[in-house]
């Protein structure tokens, strides 16, 4: 390992302006949840936040989203009866630091308050990975006057989602010095049980109470403060909710957990043994660009706290459990964007995740009922329930009380191709063969199915069409033949009659083969018609190699990037939502994402002619921002190796730098994982073959070394380039 | 006066299911703020809420709501640590009254903890109409064992509007044994300070201590519990806004006036006093009905405690400020349905809601020039801005994950006409000239301006049409020339050059017609297109004196009401928004709501021709609330007394008996001012006219006895009838 400046996010200063922001960055967490880096004594405009995996809620107009849980973060220090916070008095020197190898999160203030009492103190938090029911916060405090020091201890269950509340008061009391707080969502009635113990473990005691107000329990003590003698003060707490145990258990199970925790020094190291683990499976190593080593494990580590570990029915959110954004739904952005990382250095996370799609099955049997089509189709957006979630009208961007109809919930149906496209790859990479025969392939026939169903047939083109739909690029909606889900259909109904007659092959699927063949109808009629509609599947290239985004994208008015310079907004913004849908400036790569997916089907020459083509004509700077890591990777493969790096440091710098302004919505998941594959696939070129693997060196000049492990067929492999 | 009993409102048990209905009938207030009837220790499921008028604040798709402001009913009760709550031990007794005399609510109940402890407690609220910024709650409690009684008493800024947050906390802390609070509400930024002081009137005290919880302050208090001793505590409250004074004095105006404030005893005969003159003013005793006579007191109640008093710049919301419904926003029910009573009763509080129109004629231009017209268009929904405030959608009442466009913000125009209406109505009661040459007369010209401009010449008709529009009847949108709008643009047109004549003549208004002139360019020009407008404008009657509501009425499908039955729902509910826009059913009186309006200038043969087509197809059972009172006095008219009373009753009940099972949102504002129009306009058939005052009785048959008084150009009336 290189030095620790490379595994610590950092920040000298305090800024207001930056202060949502920072508490996307310094979000902690450990796959059971995550709480944003909010202050521990709060902050004017904070948006504090701690989302419990599967704890949705439902809201009006956004149907559900993940519910902000009870707060376990609030401590207020008094300083001869002088609230600390950074508000007020004057902050002497400040410093916060997030240490991506153990998950703990350090902030030291010196502070003055009005009347002039100096204390340094040092909040210290992590979230055990090695018990994810189990929260730790710590707090060492240097008085420099002679008085008394009060902390105030709590928990809070009136928390808001950007001011929408999701909380019901159940109970809250005090047994042996330990405080529980129990609240169900008003909804849902998932109910949640935390239990809130503190230790003094330096420091003379002169009084303790406690504060029984209904949904803020509060511990307070109150010590003696001599000058430069250090005062230490630990807050242990323990979640549970009725998603882990049964309801009448939780609150039990809190408060035994709360008087067993471990000491601090006990669970820090459980935690970083813990974390030690992830980091040998996942971590690169770039030497030579200091930059792209933080974000890249920046970018990990996100994507780490945010994977479930001991639950497979739920999902990464398209902000991770970082932020309010997208109200904690699931997207493709998990299957495309996310999964490859952890199918190729923690095939445990993967296979959780695509499980999520394999409970959720009923809810795209639903979909598919509704508008009339057989087999699978997976809702667009995806939460709790596996129902489709995509709220049909948001507010306008420009005017916010005016709404926006929202489209892809009915029209964006490529996600169900996107998800059996993973669910080959998990197999393909993993070689888990018992996962592929009891689950993976009815994922992938249960959605070829809804494909046949879904397809049109086309006298006059004697075609197969697919009409008005969305693809992945989103400023042209209601289109027919997209290229990139007319192409990902063909290759769910191929890898269907692949994975049928791979079942066949084996005897010990023949079991599970012939109860699919029965659940899923697969007649020999119904799989004749498969090969028909693969066959006859409307997917025309020009002479020249192009291809079409989808029919008639040539004609709209030709609009490049170039010719909008200087530009600060989007396409949307620019041209409005009417007007983008009539330009061929895109959001993000739609061609070029599908010859990415696709790559071994495709010659280098079309690559080449689209990508020209494309490349002038897609708004990476203020487009999606799932398109610059692709943009990088195709780039890698034409050899254009300076703007793959350029739109590489752009996707990882999304949330550190916040480039688009909105990280404090929560992390651009998408992007942090297309990070790691523009990495893994695009510098280092690695390719995963029937044969085995190999990669394909092109490093950016100023690498002197680009390091990292993964997993193929159960082994753990290690690539090490150098120039 | 008559028995206590018909000045009392009384529940003698606890019904959890009827919890929130309960909650708007004990609405207390004093003019400037009202709290609904919640329980003082919460209550699974409660809509604790306190209106503050003319705290608005932003929120999503409804624009504007009132916040619900910090709570000051906090008080929670431990018997020996065990804490007192409804829902848990046994209720042994319960009764709750509500003083219509006095506005004090009294619960008292004898409860018995889970572990046997036993105590009746004795809770008493009012809002001080003395002196509107103190708020009173005592507690007497007396204890069947002995041991200790702990009493919490707070204040809590951490309240929803059904789950969305307006406030943000600001400060709070506690000097010289008295708490303040302060928070702002989050978009509008209206600051509010709270100060607290508790008292032991009576009772031994072991300890007190100060919880400074942030968002609840509480102060708690031990007692000593000694068997049949009772114990009295009291808490009192001063509340102030940046709306009363500058944000930089309203917690020292609060803490200033918590030491200071009255003893219970003073402060509750200061409080009597104020409502005994209320009372002198609006009270109505029937003899022989006591339903009828307690229900007029309730009604007349709850619009007294939610006039302001103080302010002009604020209006009654169509759900007072008792409830959630509707957002707090004032409709035309102010104008129509309110506003008689105090026009006749209290002239000074009409003239406070006329001059919340008057000060908002800026909105109105807003909007009228929005929309390509001259002159002044009030919003169909005002709050604290005066501009338009409709929402565009609401959730659908089948799905609420469906949205319903609903028009009355575009296109239910009625608004301007029915407030000029009443600003003529108030002068021609009160003799208020210097109102009307001040205030009136511009809002009787802007408004007649806008009906001048928005008025379309057809060729074809040779007239002056209105379409597009929604009548009285919501169930009916998009239609053109409702008699309604159209007779009543007619009416503001021929009072606008009335009032213009009455200035001329009068050489005080000399000044102020100058300017006026000049202000609203009535240039000749403009008054004879006026004059055209009120000539031509089209009023169709058919020949048998029947008036078509709207053109095109009459060849809808003939619905009854009659044919439906039996019906539990609404004609929307039953056909469909669109399908009841198809039939000739409709939501209320339209009609017969002008012929109310203009009584004089319509035939009773023509009344009675009408009465009897549009009766049958109005539903009144299920329809809008603000019908039957307005059947009930044309049914007076007509001499059908029984119809006419089963009309009145059900209005007069729509909230006591819950008539329509929506009273949970708050009190029906509308009905309450039609049940006193019924009684006095209907019943007793008083009739201002230019030479004095008339009455025509037709009382039902049971009652004995109907006395009422009113003012007349200043003077005092008194009615007292009997059969």
């Given at each position: 390992m290189n030095n620790d400046r490379n595994w610590l996010v950092r920040e000298n200063t305090f800024d207001p302006a930056d202060l949502n922001h920072k508490e996307t960055i310094f979000t902690i967490g450990n796959g059971y949840l995550c709480t944003r880096g909010a202050l521990e004594e709060t902050y004017p405009g904070n948006q504090r936040a701690t989302f419990i995996h599967g704890v949705f809620d439902a809201a009006p107009i956004i149907l559900t989203e993940l519910a902000n849980a009870p707060d376990w973060l609030p401590l207020t220090i008094h300083l001869n009866d002088e609230r600390f916070a950074?508000?007020?008095?004057?902050?002497?020197s400040f410093e916060r630091v997030l240490d991506l190898r153990t998950g703990v999160l350090t902030r030291r203030v010196r502070w003055r308050s009005p009347s002039d009492y100096v204390a340094t103190m040092i909040f210290e938090r992590f979230t055990s990975l090695a018990d994810e029911h189990t929260l730790f916060l710590r707090c060492r405090v240097t008085p420099e006057f002679d008085g008394t020091l009060e902390i105030r201890a709590g928990l809070d269950?009136?928390?808001?989602n950007r001011g929408m509340i999701h909380w019901r008061w159940m109970d809250q009391g005090e047994r042996d010095g330990a405080v529980y707080l129990r609240a169900a969502t008003l909804e849902s009635k998932i109910e949640t049980a935390y239990a809130l113990r503190i230790n003094v473990v330096e420091g003379a005691e002169i009084k303790r109470d406690f504060w029984d107000v209904e949904n803020s329990p509060t511990l307070t003590t109150t010590l003696r403060a001599v000058p430069n003698e250090e005062l230490i003060f630990e807050k242990y707490i323990s979640v549970f909710t009725s998603r882990d145990l049964p309801r009448d258990q939780i609150e039990f199970a809190a408060m035994q957990r709360a008087p067993t925790m471990p000491s601090w020094e006990q669970a820090h190291e459980a935690n970083a043994n813990a974390w030690a683990q992830e980091w040998a499976r996942s971590d690169v190593v770039i030497e030579g660009d200091d930059e792209a080593q933080l974000a890249i494990r920046f970018n990990l580590f996100q994507l780490l706290i945010a994977a479930p570990r001991h639950d497979d029915r739920v999902n990464i959110g398209a902000k991770t459990l970082s932020g309010f954004g997208y109200n904690g739904h699931c997207f493709w952005d998990t299957e495309i964007f996310m999964l490859p990382l952890f199918i190729y250095t923690a095939p445990h996370l993967a296979k959780n995740l695509l499980n999520y799609r394999f409970h959720n099955l009923p809810g795209a049997h639903r979909k598919a009922q509704t508008n009339g089509y057989e087999g699978a189709q997976f809702p667009w957006e995806s939460a709790g329930g596996g129902d489709e979630v995509t709220p049909p009208f948001v507010p306008h961007f420009?005017?916010?009380?005016k709404l926006v109809r929202i489209w892809p919930g009915e029209i964006e149906i490529h996600i169900s191709a996107d998800i059996a496209y993973a669910a080959y790859h998990y197999w393909r990479v993993t070689g888990d063969d018992e996962w592929l025969i009891e689950r993976g392939a009815e994922l992938i026939l249960d959605t070829a199915k809804f494909w046949a169903a879904r397809a049109e047939w086309s006298a006059e083109k004697q075609s197969y069409e697919y009409n008005n739909v969305i693809g992945p690029d989103e400023n042209h909606d209601h289109v027919n033949n997209n290229f990139y889900t007319n192409r990902m259909a063909q290759s769910n109904l191929q890898t269907a009659l692949q994975i049928l007659a791979l079942l066949e092959a084996r005897e010990d699927a023949r079991a599970q083969l012939t109860e699919l063949i029965q659940k899923l109808d697969l007649s020999s009629e119904r799989l004749e018609h498969w090969r028909e509609v693969i066959e006859k599947i409307y997917l025309p290239l020009t002479d020249t190699k192009l291809i079409e985004q989808f029919e008639g994208y040539f004609k709209l008015r030709d609009v490049k990037m170039v010719e909008l310079e200087p530009r600060d907004k989007s396409l949307q913004q620019v041209f409005g939502i009417e007007g983008a849908n009539?330009?061929?400036?895109?959001?993000q790569p739609d061609v070029l994402m599908l010859l990415y997916l696709l790559?071994?089907?495709?010659s280098d020459e079309i690559v080449r002619e689209n990508y020209e083509y494309y490349t002038p004509r897609t708004d990476v700077s203020f487009g999606s921002s799932l398109g610059p890591s692709i943009q990088a990777i195709i780039a890698c493969e034409m050899g254009d190796i300076e703007t793959a790096y350029d739109e590489f440091i752009r996707a990882a710098r999304a949330d550190l730098r916040d480039v688009r302004g909105n990280a404090n919505d929560g992390i651009h998941a998408a992007s942090a994982g297309g990070t790691w594959q523009a990495i893994v696939f695009g510098f280092a070129g690695l390719r995963v073959t029937e044969n085995g693997w190999t990669v394909h060196p092109r490093l950016p000049k100023h690498w002197r070394r680009l390091a990292f492990r993964f997993f193929h067929r159960g082994e753990q492999e290690q690539v090490d380039l150098s120039q």
């Open positions: 950074l508000d007020r008095g004057t902050i002497e269950a009136r928390m808001d420009a005017d916010p009380t009539e330009i061929q400036g895109i959001k790559r071994d089907r495709y």
